[in-house]
């Protein structure tokens, strides 16, 4: 297969846990050489950041695509609902909906879902008095399985964390989705990390050579990445891919550069 033109790279970036951007725009500016859009989370460690819809705002000051996480955990409907007025002050317009992780105090709000929340932004977007100009698009997550026909009702899917180009191949192949998909990709700091995933995330597998690549030196993390990244583009089988760099972005953005610019 031949690599489409316009294959995506969607990059995640670490929101900040106090009230200062910099770091957020020091990710931005460093990744911008690569990214196609920028994806922003949502307390996604159990932690309180800065919002995700305003810190998809300030992408898009920065000229960049913005996809603003929301997870159902920490939020009611009157919660979500000012998201999204927020969101439609702001121009942001892409929503990744996730269930969100266990929180590491305290307790989920119980009132959304995933599919209630679609149907909530379908809702708002559809409203006269609200429209942006540009209607809200929702993405959904999901894993190398069978999704519920209600998640193909998403403008876009993306995919559980992978390390595996045979296993995304072979769950894309059973797909019928006419939205976009990205496939995603993890850089891998360390070890350490790697033993934390597999202990939080059961269903995530580390391919051996990952492990022992990793453990000998942990920058094989990157080359490994992002090999996979091009291997997934020049597949043709996704529209393009989730990359999570984690604090590896300068390392990243530099290797892709080289390998796409």
């Given at each position: 297969?031949?690599?489409?033109?316009?294959?995506?790279?969607?990059?995640?970036?670490?929101?900040?846990?106090?009230?200062?951007?910099?770091?957020?725009?020091?990710?931005?500016?460093?990744?911008?050489?690569?990214?196609?859009?920028?994806?922003?989370?949502?307390?996604?460690?159990?932690?309180?950041?800065?919002?995700?819809?305003?810190?998809?705002?300030?992408?898009?000051?920065?000229?960049?695509?913005?996809?603003?996480?929301?997870?159902?955990?920490?939020?009611?409907?009157?919660?979500?609902?000012?998201?999204?007025?927020?969101?439609?002050?702001?121009?942001?317009?892409?929503?990744?909906?996730?269930?969100?992780?266990?929180?590491?105090?305290?307790?989920?709000?119980?009132?959304?879902?995933?599919?209630?929340?679609?149907?909530?932004?379908?809702?708002?977007?559809?409203?006269?008095?609200?429209?942006?100009?540009?209607?809200?698009?929702?993405?959904?997550?999901?894993?190398?399985?069978?999704?519920?026909?209600?998640?193909?009702?998403?403008?876009?899917?993306?995919?559980?964390?992978?390390?595996?180009?045979?296993?995304?191949?072979?769950?894309?192949?059973?797909?019928?989705?006419?939205?976009?998909?990205?496939?995603?990709?993890?850089?891998?700091?360390?070890?350490?990390?790697?033993?934390?995933?597999?202990?939080?995330?059961?269903?995530?597998?580390?391919?051996?050579?990952?492990?022992?690549?990793?453990?000998?030196?942990?920058?094989?993390?990157?080359?490994?990445?992002?090999?996979?990244?091009l291997r997934i583009r020049h597949s043709a089988a996704f529209a393009g891919v989730h990359l999570i760099p984690v604090a590896?972005?300068?390392?990243?953005?530099?290797?892709?550069?080289?390998?796409?610019?």
């Amino acid at each position: 297969m031949v690599a489409p033109p316009d294959f995506e790279l969607v990059c995640e970036i670490e929101p900040p846990t106090r009230p200062d951007l910099m770091h957020v725009r020091h990710q931005i500016g460093v990744l911008s050489k690569v990214a196609s859009a920028f994806l922003i989370p949502d307390n996604h460690i159990g932690r309180a950041t800065v919002s995700s819809v305003a810190v998809a705002h300030e992408v898009e000051r920065m000229g960049g695509r913005s996809i603003a996480c929301v997870n159902a955990r920490d939020r009611n409907l009157l919660g979500f609902r000012r998201d999204l007025l927020t969101a439609a002050a702001y121009g942001v317009d892409q929503f990744l909906l996730v269930y969100g992780d266990r929180p590491t105090s305290g307790s989920r709000t119980g009132e959304l879902t995933v599919r209630s929340m679609i149907q909530e932004l379908r809702a708002f977007s559809s409203t006269p008095a609200f429209r942006t100009g540009r209607p809200f698009r929702a993405g959904v997550a999901t894993r190398l399985t069978a999704p519920p026909p209600w998640k193909l009702e998403a403008d876009f899917l993306f995919t559980q964390v992978s390390f595996s180009l045979d296993a995304l191949l072979r769950w894309r192949d059973t797909l019928d989705f006419e939205g976009s998909v990205y496939a995603g990709v993890l850089v891998p700091a360390s070890a350490a990390m790697i033993r934390k995933l597999q202990a939080d995330i059961p269903d995530i597998h580390f391919p051996d050579d990952w492990i022992a690549a990793i453990e000998r030196d942990n920058a094989a993390g990157v080359e490994l990445a992002c090999e996979l990244v091009l291997r997934i583009r020049h597949s043709a089988a996704f529209a393009g891919v989730h990359l999570i760099p984690v604090a590896r972005y300068r390392e990243v953005a530099a290797r892709l550069e080289a390998e796409l610019g």
